[in-house]
């Protein structure tokens, strides 16, 4: 059975800079894309910045410039690097990740809340 199991989160003054990390484990053959989404209260989940296995990048315009999207591949981690964070950010971040284990499946983290205070 495949985990996705992220850490990071928190709170933090505008300004501010957090690193939300995201490690899958379990009978992994390969992974995929790798990403982060979020979700804040009464919205709908959007993509923040996802990386492909041969480290191409997507990243939601708002955070363009202030999020760096990463991965290690012999640890099967995704890392998000957030540097001047705004309120704005405030939500819970959720890792994702297509696995293939016996096939493709998409796979998700329970959430990790980051809150940036103003």
């Known amino acids: 059975q495949v985990q996705l199991v992220e850490s990071g989160g928190g709170l933090v003054q505008a300004g501010g800079s957090l690193r939300l990390s995201c490690a899958a484990s379990g009978r992994i053959s390969s992974i995929r894309r790798m990403g982060w989404y979020r979700q804040a209260p009464g919205k709908q989940r959007e993509l923040v910045a996802a990386?492909?296995?041969?480290?191409?990048?997507d990243y939601a315009d708002s955070v363009k410039g202030r999020f760096t999207i990463s991965r290690d591949n012999p640890k099967n981690t995704v890392y998000l690097q957030m540097n001047s964070l705004k309120p704005e950010d405030t939500a819970v971040y959720y890792c994702?990740?297509?696995?293939?284990?016996?096939?493709?499946?998409?796979?998700w983290g329970q959430g990790t809340q980051v809150t940036v205070s103003s």
């Open positions: 994702n990740a297509n696995i293939m284990t016996s096939e493709l499946r998409s796979y």
């Open positions: 990386i492909t296995s041969g480290g191409s990048t």
